[in-house]
């Protein structure tokens, strides 16, 4: 009897292996059609993820565009206030009477001349040439002539004291007189105004 039943377990035991494999095959058809879809989103993310960047690089460069358009906007702002107030300052700061603004052409002029004397070189000429102001007087200390060699910077840096002191011995060279350096701004650390000092560079801070 249990030798004629054993086809039949046999074959239900075949349908239930068959069953549970098509059950397991159900179960990883639905895993992967949930990495399908956490690829897509995670291909989604990426994209949001890249947009976001692209988003950030252009709000980043529309603000260096600002800051470099508002840092101009300020160093026009503090020239225009300087060439319109410098005489006051260089009475107020330095002791300078009868200041007079030297003009750029004049200027141009001579230092053509000291250029074919040989006493300055063309490359001298076009640095000197480059200075914001340069300003003669009568120092009231001294009633001595001088000349003032002027550099305008919102924020000094070790640049500006570089240009100014390079430019002050040219002028000294041109005009065989005392050539005074002065950097004209709005910011400065105490680091270099005490280097300033040390190498006898006037400096100017002007107020709102």
Partial sequence: MELLELPVKFEEFRK??????????????EVDKKFEEVDKRLEKLEIGQEEIKERQDKMEEILKRHEISIQELKGWQLEHKVFINICSYLG???????????????LLEELDEYVEKGIISEEEENDVIELDLIVSGILKETKEEVYVAIEISYKIGNYDIERVIRRKEILEKVYKKKVIPLIIGKEISNKLKSKLKKLNVEFVLVKD
Avoid: L
């Fill in 92 to 106: 107020s700061y330095i002791g300078i009477r009868k200041c007079k603004i030297k003009d750029k052409s004049e």
């Fill in 16 to 29: 239930e292996v068959n069953q549970r494999f098509d059950e397991i095959d159900r179960r990883f058809d």
